[in-house]
């Protein structure tokens, strides 16, 4: 789906994933976080008679600390609620709001609004704990595309998803399939049959895993892969074990040598060409790209800065970033120039010794995706976030530092 037809972009995901960090990073002595969902058919005016409901049964809670914390909370969103009109925004909204704690036996007010969340708040949800209620939205953040996988041959089968980028092997099996053996006479023919027994049912114990695994999700599924070797898979498939309703959405069958979870995962390559609009085969292109340019093609940047000096120059066509890049850039003012060192986030800012010898002055600190991202923006470049599921996108975050990019024209940066 596109960003027109209400998909949201790399960079609107990221916005929106860290503001979930954040609400994860926070918590309360006690029950007295507040979460409440609002879909966009549920009339503001219903919203603050929960709340204020919810504000006099908070009365009754025994410990003064959590009461006081819980009806501040529950005030702070009424107040929030009084900017809306009758309705919330389209696809609903979040709000968030408790004492939590920083430090030292000190809690800070929070109070927070989400108004454009990914996908739209399905039903109301009202919410107290000591942690705010953040599992709806991660699960909105996550991958999108489902597709059923099952690798067998007569020994041994695995069963699993993918899940967007991810593959995800679930359940397996053995077999008890005798080896051929050639003997002569009726004991050859009996051991034939009781082979052709052992096979028949080794394929029902694995259709059962998948029908099992499959059945419930089929409604939400994009298809079903089956892998392995010929003429098992062919045998598996034309045997109609598999249930009907799994059986209508498998979207091909494919040569896999390996039949153990590697083989879920050998599965997905060889289906490229069918999971092309996939994004874990998006993401697989884009590395491939990178690897032949960064090797024979010249057109290949890769860490801050050189991909930083490469992106003000207007020569990044598309940036890529690991999703699991978790760093700050800090500036300083080193007299003439100004000069960037990237820093974990969860370090402090370290002084800086310029190229000239002198300290440099922190002028600001920020988070490093959203320092490249801007740039991006303004100097017309794509940008593509790269999961680490996967060898070559595990490699851009460990051997290139998380920041690589494909670049229109060779610059020697």
Known sequence: MSEDDGEPSD?????????IEKLDDYSGSGTQLVSIYVPEDRQISDVVAHVTQEHSEAANIKSKQTRTAVQDALKSIKDRLKYYGNFPPEKGMVLFSGAVDSGGGQTTMVTEVLETPPDPIESFRYHCDSH?????????????????LVVLD?????????????????????????????????????FARLRLEAIDNFYQEV????NELFVPKRHEMDGVLVGGPSPTKDEFLDGEYLHHEIGDIVLGKFDVS????????DLVDAAGDVLAESEVMKDKAEMEEF????????????GFD????????????????????????????????????????RKSTPTHTCENGTEGEVIEREDAIDHLME???????????????????????????????ILRYSTGV
């Open 11 to 19: 960079k609107q995901k990221y916005e929106f994933q860290k503001v």
């Open 132 to 148: 705010f209620l953040t599992e709806p939205l991660q699960e909105m953040l996550g991958d999108k595309g489902l597709y059923g």
């Open 154 to 190: 007569r020994r041994e089968a695995n069963v699993g998803w993918l899940k967007g980028k991810r593959v995800e092997p679930v359940k397996s099996a053995s077999s008890l399939v005798p080896g051929k053996q050639r003997k002569g006479g009726q004991s050859a023919q009996r």
């Open 207 to 210: 259709a059962g895993m998948a």
């Open 258 to 265: 390996y039949t153990d979870e590697s083989g879920l995962y």
């Open 291 to 302: 690897f032949e340019q960064l090797h024979d093609g010249g057109k290949a940047t890769y």
């Open 306 to 345: 050189a991909t930083r000096q490469n992106l003000m120059m207007g020569a990044v066509d598309r940036l890529l970033i690991s999703e699991d890049l978790r760093k700050d850039v800090v500036t300083y003012d080193c007299g003439p120039r100004e000069e960037f060192e990237l820093i974990d986030r």
């Open 375 to 405: 740039l991006a923006e303004q100097r017309g470049s794509d940008m593509k976030f790269i999961s680490t599921d996967f060898e070559k996108g595990e490699q851009l975050l460990t051997a290139f530092g998380g920041i690589a990019g």
